[in-house]
């Protein structure tokens, strides 16, 4: 017998405060949990990802598409920044969301906004220092974020491994009762992180945007293989990198995988994090080295 797939109903979107947790209040009565994606739209397989891993842990799946202004700096692509709102719903529902929290501006930062969050120490490195208030951004629209959905479980792309580990510092520290959830990165076959930068890149600029993934696969076999000098070994990440023509490196550091200090030694748990622009678009990426 032929068994009918049937399509997935479209989601809830809910465009307001009262909307969303109008929405969310009913699971909440039945005791039901709640998964949550925050993203930013122009969404992929990373983030069809992140949605049926949700899908799959919990009740009732929340997905939030907002870019958010605050965490882009003044030169940066906060206007271009890719909006397709019907394809992302879509996408949405099929990946198996019940609902998509999708804000304005106004209702995310009213006229007169002035609270947010910082996580110091974590803030003003790597990422941070080379796009100053971007993690304050991040941290300020997460906490809303979180407070408005109330989610059991939130689920982030080890991609951003920056990010991952500044949202699980500060929900830790302010005892918010989501549980954060670092997924694996997704990449194209030919080894390239998924991003919704990556839309950005001209097929002979993704070629060389290919020069981190394999820089990070280079250190990983030289770990593996026994290598154990720090300094060696982040001398070859950004060498490997800067030796592709058209690629300006920003950084590529081995650092400790929870804290992200500075390393002499190795140590049991190091993350190799890189990042580069080519052409006008930035690329990051990063590799989780564990001793054996
Ligand atoms: O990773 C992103 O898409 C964004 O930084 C996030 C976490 C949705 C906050 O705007």
């Known amino acids: 017998m032929t068994q009918r797939i049937q399509p997935s109903p479209p989601p ?35 983030h069809v990802s992140l949605i049926e891993r949700a899908r799959s842990e919990c009740d009732t799946v929340v ?10 700096g003044p030169n940066e692509d906060f206007q271009r ?14 990946a198996g969301a019940d609902i998509v929290f999708y804000p304005s501006v106004d209702v995310m930062y009213p006229v007169g906004y002035r609270t947010f969050v910082e996580v110091q120490g974590l803030s003003d490195i790597l990422e941070g220092a ?3 208030g971007h993690f304050r951004g991040v941290a300020t629209v997460v906490t809303k974020l979180f407070m408005i959905v109330l989610a059991d479980r939130a689920y982030f792309g080890q991609k951003d491994y920056q990010q991952q580990l500044l949202i699980r510092t500060m ?20 080894g390239m992180a998924m991003s919704s930068r990556n839309a950005y890149l001209s097929p002979e600029e993704r070629q060389r945007g290919l020069c981190l993934s394999k ?7 030289q770990v593996e293989a026994g290598e154990r000098d720090i300094l060696k070994l982040q001398r070859q990440l950004c060498e490997q990198m800067a030796a592709t023509t058209g690629i300006s490196v920003d950084y590529g550091v081995i650092v400790d995988a929870r804290t992200l200090s500075e390393l002499t030694e190795a140590v049991p748990e190091m993350v190799a994090l890189v990042a580069a622009r080519v052409g006008t678009t930035r690329l990051i990426d990063n590799r989780v080295l564990r001793l054996a």
């Open 12 to 46: 809830v979107v809910a465009e307001t405060l009262a909307e969303i947790r109008a929405s969310i209040v009913d699971s909440r009565k039945v005791g039901k949990s709640i998964g949550f994606v925050p993203t930013m739209g122009a969404l992929h397989a990373g």
């Open 171 to 190: 929900t830790t520290e302010l005892n918010i009762p989501t549980a954060v959830v670092t997924c694996p990165t997704l990449r194209d076959p030919d």
């Open 63 to 72: 997905v939030s598409i907002f870019v958010n202004p605050t965490q882009f």
């Open 130 to 132: 080379i796009r100053p």
């Open 81 to 94: 920044y890719p909006r397709p709102r019907e394809l992302d719903l879509k996408i949405c529902g099929d």
């Open 215 to 221: 820089a990070l696969n280079l250190v990983a076999n």
